[in-house]
């Protein structure tokens, strides 16, 4: 048996040396050979030598994996295992291969998460329960375990729902303070705009007074990236050319935002991020302008000479702003889809470390990830917590103040396990402690 669209040889340099096994999410938590990256790349052999059977049981052990690509940065022998998992996601979707129960609860997720009004007139009966003491008391009672394991996740993972959430408040074009330095796009995001519209605020107020012209299609949808990671090519298809769409209808000669082109697109979210880099290989075209990540662009451009001199210490839980005595410490975590998916790492830490009176801990297993994962912390929700609690043990251990991450999944997964730790620490976007700062400060960060 063949598994369509596998890459010819792409498994042929494994030499099994096991170099992945210590940086795999599924192998820490499960510990078992075929839940790691070398266990899977043989039992794909196998399926290719008509050896195995992708059956129920085998299939499990692929799903198993988040797909963080942690293996393919620890791989000494370049083994593409991003491609051989993306290759093999779509052949895991087969009817056969999983319960009409999971199936039913993957269509939930698909017909909802990437579509932004859907899921708002799904959660606005819960703005009166998010974040109040009813919440508090269902959990602490156990109330949402009757729910059961997945829908308990989802629940879990709910944050408290502002006005904001609800409504996409931005102009077309929001223009750039003092001298105009670049044009950009900016994509909200399907999960961020409701469960963390505060980031994309920091954002554009930081985009534009770095000299930064922000372009805001207002009709904009999901750009693909939680059907993408679990091998929906034609809906990720659909809601790639649907977002690029959005963008070509504001963007050119007697469009709202006029015809002057844009630099980049620009995304506060790295998983998002990861895919639309990707468009031309997963919808057959892509943006006019190139794709980046926001620290990506901003480290890149460089920040302007006024933003940074406008740039004030943080404050402490306590009230008193950081000093030289007494920095401010940051954790920030590697969203695995940054990191391991678009190689950015030192961009981010540079902008933050541009904040008076900060310092970056490091975390122990800063390549390890949160078990978030797209859908994989509601799918896989015994696994995903495992690896939430680790994560947030991690970052509390630091002995930071605050932890930092860039990714609307991560952000969610480590807050909700944060509550567990032993040391719980607020978590903020970069995007949000930039943006605090050159406000001179005011508020406790995150």
Same mark, same amino acid.
Do not use: K, T, Y
């Given at each position: 048996m063949s598994l369509p669209g596998?890459?010819?040889?792409?498994t042929d340099p494994c030499v099994h040396c096991g170099f992945c096994l210590p940086t795999c999410a599924s192998y820490r938590v499960l510990g078992t050979e075929m839940d790691s990256p070398r266990g899977r790349i043989h039992a794909l052999k196998a399926i290719e030598a008509g050896e195995l059977e992708l059956d129920a049981t085998v299939a499990?052990?692929? /799903?198993?994996?988040?797909g963080c690509f942690a293996c393919v940065t620890a791989c000494p022998s370049g083994v593409r295992y991003d491609q051989l998992i993306e290759a093999t996601r779509p052949q895991l979707n087969a009817p056969e291969l999983r319960t009409p129960a999971q199936r039913t609860f993957r269509k939930l997720l698909f017909s909802l998460l990437p579509y932004p009004k859907r899921l708002r007139a799904a959660l606005a009966p819960l703005r009166a329960y998010t974040g109040t003491p009813l919440q508090a008391l269902a959990r602490r009672r156990g109330l949402t375990r009757l729910l059961g394991p997945q829908l308990e996740a989802m629940e879990q993972l709910l944050p408290p729902l502002s006005p904001e959430a609800f409504r996409d408040a931005f102009p077309a074009v929001v223009p750039a303070q003092g001298e105009r330095r670049a044009r950009v796009g900016l994509v909200l995001g399907c999960v961020q705009r409701l469960f963390d519209p505060a980031v994309n605020a920091a954002a554009i107020r930081v985009l534009t007074a770095n000299g930064i012209e922000v372009v805001i299609p207002p009709a904009q949808g999901c750009c693909g990236a939680v059907t993408h990671h679990q091998g929906e090519r034609d809906q990720t298809r659909q809601l790639a050319q649907a977002l690029m769409a959005s963008f070509e209808a504001v963007v050119g000669p007697g469009k709202a935002a006029g015809a002057e082109p844009l630099d980049a697109v620009l995304v506060a979210a790295s998983g998002c991020g990861h895919t639309m880099k990707a468009y031309s290989q997963l919808a057959g075209s892509s943006f006019a302008a190139p794709v980046a /990540?926001?620290?990506?662009f901003l480290h890149n451009l460089g920040l302007s000479e006024p933003f940074k001199r406008g740039l004030q210490p943080l404050h402490h839980a306590d009230g008193s702003p950081a000093s030289a005595e007494r920095p401010l410490q940051l954790a920030y975590h590697d969203a695995c889809h940054m990191l391991h998916g678009q190689g950015i790492g030192q961009e981010p830490r540079a902008l933050l470390r541009s904040i008076p009176y900060?310092?970056?801990?490091?975390?122990?297993?800063a390549g390890v990830c949160c078990g978030s994962a797209g859908i994989y912390n509601l799918v896989q929700p015994e696994e995903a917590a495992a690896l939430g609690r680790i994560k947030a043990d991690d970052?509390?251990?630091t002995?930071? /103040?605050?932890?930092v991450s860039a990714n609307i999944g991560c952000s969610l997964?480590?807050?909700?396990?944060?509550q567990e730790a032993a040391r719980p620490i607020p978590v903020a976007h970069p995007m949000q402690l930039l943006d605090q700062s050159y406000g001179n400060g005011q508020g406790r960060p995150g």
């Open positions: 596998l890459p010819a040889g792409a499990s052990h692929f /799903d198993s994996c988040l /990540d926001i620290q990506e900060v310092e970056l801990r490091e975390a122990s297993e970052l509390s251990g002995g930071a /103040d605050l932890a997964q480590i807050r909700r396990h944060m």
